[in-house]
């Protein structure tokens, strides 16, 4: 019997619908494996599809190219290692999230995911079928138990393929990130292991998809919960780790403890790889966005620079007569700081046009909030107009407290095919701004330093679509805001929990108000990098039409 196992861990960036390509992706992990001597190679949980698939998976001419795809990939590897690898699978009219257990030129077994998350952004339950507990699979003589993600969230399946004869559990998983959820994993492993007396390794993906990033940072415990080695974070990296079998059974040897960064690196490097992602994986390799001389539009000019290198982004400053002189010298300093194409396109000349057309019906009315979101659909209208002549794709801006409230203009500043901030409160693109002028990572491909100007973080927040305009004429201030903001939306909380916050009803019902109201703004947004459990999106989906309020 051998008491040694190799396992290949691939830690890898699928594309959803790119069969052809994930496959490759696959069989260069394979035989990677093979050259190494593995006795295994493990990819993540519907790595041949990508994950999340949402309905494309029920599609029949994908699942079952899919399918075909994964017979194929076992009869390229049949010389070598075995090959787990995630994908669907068909039984008569039921479609599971199944793990496929490639060896000697075919599938040999399927595990058969069981249970099927059915909150924030999974909705397995209404796409796949659940699989029956099962129980482990042979690769060689070592018996291998593989609850699928979820299945490793709940002790029911773990502790079945323990009883069934498992000797170590593989869990292949597509986990993505929120802030925190390293610890969350660890929780649920630890309980999985002691419940078990089974070593465990956790594999996850990474790369974005849509608003979702996966993170990595696979990792492998051993009885007792002790951490035998730990993967980067988002980074892609093929690792192969030993078990060793002794009198007390299987345990992983010692491997590399990457180093895992503070939230705040990990949050902007989530909000860096998601616009990579979504560019890469869109087909564009250029990107463009008002630069406004404001914080938020400064932030994420260097999150696009630091995802796509300075010279594929062009910030662009439409001014108004409202336009103070220090934001016209700010937005340049971020360009100029950054290394950014910069454009200056006045609209006062489409703006007097506009002004003239609509004189005769607007007569005798006093200008109000329609004056001042013209401004803004005209920066949204010449925006798009420089998308399509150069084919680069337009960011959008708003931070989380605005996209809360609807305190933007739709069909003007919300006018684009991203946002990297659209789960950042305002009050942390603060520190966000501050801790990016103090970091620099290899990852990021923009220039090292203070590329934030300090007045930029400082100065009052303004729209400046009006004379001596505050966002707190029309808000709370932020750190308010965002307070509630947090009790109502991320933690579901009600206006009496403000209150008991310590936070006047009056603000309180005002902020519910504006949240309610601007869900029809959300639901037409662009889609934006997940950070936070109740991102706008998936996580939290509200009718536009809706008479209740709390009392």
């Known amino acids: 019997m051998a008491d040694r196992f190799r396992i290949t861990l691939a830690q890898l960036n699928p594309t959803v619908g790119d069969i052809p390509g994930n496959v490759a992706k696959a069989r260069a992990a394979w035989e990677a494996g093979r050259d190494a001597g593995a006795d295994l190679v493990a990819c993540t949980e519907m790595f041949v599809t990508g994950y999340n698939t949402q309905d494309l998976v029920e599609k029949p001419a994908f699942h079952q190219h899919a399918i075909a795809a994964i017979e194929d990939l076992a009869a390229a590897c049949a010389d070598g290692p075995a090959l787990a690898v995630g994908g669907p699978w068909i039984e008569g009219a039921q479609l599971y999230n199944a793990y496929h257990i490639c060896r000697g030129g075919k599938v040999v077994s399927r595990v058969l995911k069981h249970n099927l998350p059915n909150e924030t952004v999974f909705d397995e339950v209404r796409i796949f079928d659940s699989g029956p507990l099962g129980g482990p699979y042979s690769v060689g003589n070592t018996r291998v138990g593989s609850p699928i993600c979820e299945d490793a969230w709940h002790p029911e399946v773990p502790e079945t393929l323990a009883e069934t004869g498992a000797e170590f559990l593989l869990v292949p998983n597509g986990s993505p990130y929120y802030r925190d959820k390293m610890d969350t994993r660890f929780n649920h492993m630890v309980a999985r292991v002691v419940e078990t007396g089974l070593p465990l390794i956790y594999l996850n993906m990474v790369g974005g998809q849509d608003d979702q990033v996966f993170d990595g940072g696979s990792f492998g415990l051993n009885p007792g919960g002790g951490l035998a080695f730990h993967m980067p974070v988002f980074d892609e990296q093929i690792t192969h780790i030993d078990l060793v079998r002794g009198a007390e059974g299987w345990r992983i040897e010692q491997g590399e403890m990457a180093h895992i960064p503070d939230e705040w690196e990990q949050d902007y490097r989530a909000m860096v790889e998601s616009l990579r992602d979504y560019c890469g994986k869109c087909g564009f390799g250029k990107v463009l966005l008002g630069l406004s001389g404001g914080i938020d539009s400064a932030i994420v000019a260097t999150i696009a620079s630091d995802a796509l290198g300075p010279q594929n982004v062009r ?110 409160y305002k009050t942390r693109v603060f520190e966000q701004c501050r801790w990016r002028n103090a970091n620099h990572r290899p990852w990021m491909m923009g220039p090292e330093g203070a590329v934030i100007p300090e007045r930029v973080i400082t100065k009052p927040p303004s729209a400046e679509l009006r004379e001596d305009q505050k966002d707190s004429d029309s808000l709370p201030d932020y750190p308010v805001l965002d307070a509630i903001l947090t009790i109502l939306i991320d933690l579901d909380g009600s206006v009496s929990d403000c209150v008991a916050a310590g936070y006047a009803h009056e603000d309180a019902k005002r902020v519910e108000r504006l949240i309610y109201l601007s869900e029809y703004k959300r639901f037409q947004s662009a889609p934006g990098t997940r950070l936070t459990k109740r991102a706008f999106w998936l996580d939290r989906r509200y009718p536009i039409v809706n008479g209740w309020r709390d009392r």
């Open 315 to 424: 910030c662009v400053m439409l001014p108004s007569e409202y336009t103070s002189e220090h934001s016209l010298e700010d937005a340049k300093a971020v360009a100029e700081a950054l290394g950014c194409h910069y454009d200056f396109v006045p609209i006062s000349g489409p703006r007097a046009a506009v002004t003239e057309a609509l004189a005769p019906m607007f007569e005798g009315l006093k200008p109000d909030l329609t004056e001042e979101n013209i401004q803004s659909r005209l920066r949204g209208l010449l925006l798009m107009a420089l998308s399509n002549k150069f084919g680069e794709m337009l960011l959008t801006t708003g931070n989380k407290s605005e996209v809360a409230v609807g305190y933007a203009t739709i069909y003007g500043d919300m006018a684009g095919g991203y946002n990297p901030i659209k789960d950042l």
